[in-house]
């Protein structure tokens, strides 16, 4: 009897072939067949597979097509990896793949991966989550060929004041800025980040009074996030207020201090 393996969904990260999980490399290196997303996913993240592994860039593959190829691999025993850019559960379009695979009574793994939002963070060296400034990441992306619900358009969501961080948006800088300023005002700090992680990585930083004038003068309209939000601007001055963990006076379950946790 043929050998079963489960299809493995991995995340490849942003970028960077050295910010995949551990797990997902040790998928890549044990992979028979390799579906990969090839206009997303960088393909240095595919040098972590086996001589031997078959690959199939699935760019110009519908649904279909794809989940076909994962389904026959699977019934051949092979060990079958779908490779997403980012994280696979972030605008990553597996569900309606998992779906057909669970019907066919296919067994399924996802391996996380590192999302842009995170790695953008970590280029800009900045925390996402600031004290009395705020606590809430909203990761989002703004209306266009793919609608989003009314509760969720953008200017409903720039009425909380977090950090937005608006995904597969950058065509749209021109509606985005014009849905956020009410709520957050022309001076809110902005990023525009480019191909976050790749060697031509590119932070834009603005506000929302001129971002769209910088990223177009930049010529960037594609593979971009756009962070928005007053956390950004924690470089420009003292921070409002510093965490509770590392204050001296104050206690927890493993260091004593002046007050105890309410």
Same mark, same amino acid.
């Given at each position: 009897?043929?050998?079963?393996?489960?299809?493995?969904?991995?995340?490849?990260?942003?970028?960077?072939?050295?910010?995949?999980?551990?797990?997902?490399?040790?998928?890549?290196?044990?992979?028979?067949?390799?579906?990969?997303?090839?206009? /997303? @996913?960088? %393909?240095? =993240?595919?040098?972590?597979?086996?001589? !031997? +592994?078959? $690959?199939?860039?699935?760019?110009? #593959?519908?649904?279909?097509?794809?989940?076909?190829?994962?389904?026959?691999?699977?019934?051949?025993?092979?060990?079958?990896?779908?490779?997403?850019?980012?994280?696979?559960?972030?605008?990553?379009?597996?569900?309606?793949?998992?779906?057909?695979?669970?019907?066919?009574?296919?067994?399924? /793994? @996802?391996? %996380?991966? =590192?999302?842009?939002?995170?790695?953008? !963070? +970590?280029? $800009?060296?900045?925390?996402?989550? #600031?004290?009395?400034?705020?606590?809430?990441?909203?990761?989002?992306?703004?209306?266009?060929?793919?609608?989003?619900?009314?509760?969720?358009?953008?200017?409903?969501?720039?009425?909380?004041?977090?950090?937005?961080?608006?995904?597969?948006?950058?065509?749209?800088?021109?509606?985005?800025?014009?849905?956020?300023?009410?709520?957050?005002?022309?001076?809110?700090?902005?990023?525009?980040?480019?191909?976050?992680?790749?060697?031509?990585?590119?932070?834009?930083?603005?506000?929302?009074?001129?971002?769209?004038?910088?990223?177009?003068?930049?010529?960037?309209?594609?593979?971009?996030?756009?962070?928005?939000?007053?956390?950004?601007?924690?470089?420009?001055?003292?921070?409002?207020?510093?965490?509770?963990?590392?204050?001296?006076?104050?206690?927890?379950?493993?260091?004593?201090?002046?007050?105890?946790?309410?």
């Amino acid at each position: 009897m043929t050998a079963r393996h489960p299809v493995i969904f991995v995340g490849a990260g942003p970028g960077d072939p050295e910010l995949i999980t551990v797990k997902g490399q040790k998928a890549l290196a044990q992979a028979d067949l390799i579906l990969y997303a090839g206009s /997303l @996913v960088n %393909p240095a =993240v595919l040098e972590w597979a086996g001589p !031997a +592994a078959k $690959l199939i860039d699935t760019a110009p #593959l519908n649904l279909e097509e794809i989940v076909g190829q994962m389904m026959a691999g699977y019934r051949q025993g092979k060990r079958v990896v779908r490779v997403h850019s980012g994280d696979p559960a972030l605008f990553g379009a597996i569900q309606e793949q998992l779906e057909v695979l669970e019907r066919e009574g296919i067994p399924c /793994l @996802v391996i %996380p991966g =590192v999302t842009a939002a995170f790695a953008a !963070a +970590a280029a $800009l060296a900045q925390e996402l989550t #600031l004290p009395e400034v705020t606590q809430t990441v909203i990761l989002t992306r703004a209306a266009g060929r793919t609608p989003v619900p009314e509760r969720e358009a953008l200017h409903e969501l720039a009425r909380h004041g977090s950090t937005l961080v608006i995904y597969l948006s950058i065509k749209l800088i021109d509606n985005v800025v014009a849905e956020l300023m009410p709520a957050y005002g022309p001076e809110t700090p902005v990023v525009v980040a480019y191909r976050v992680s790749w060697p031509d990585q590119r932070l834009i930083r603005g506000t929302l009074a001129n971002i769209a004038n910088l990223a177009k003068d930049a010529g960037i309209d594609r593979q971009a996030l756009i962070l928005v939000g007053p956390a950004l601007a924690a470089r420009e001055g003292e921070l409002q207020a510093r965490s509770k963990l590392y204050d001296q006076g104050f206690a927890h379950g493993f260091r004593g201090g002046g007050k105890g946790e309410e």
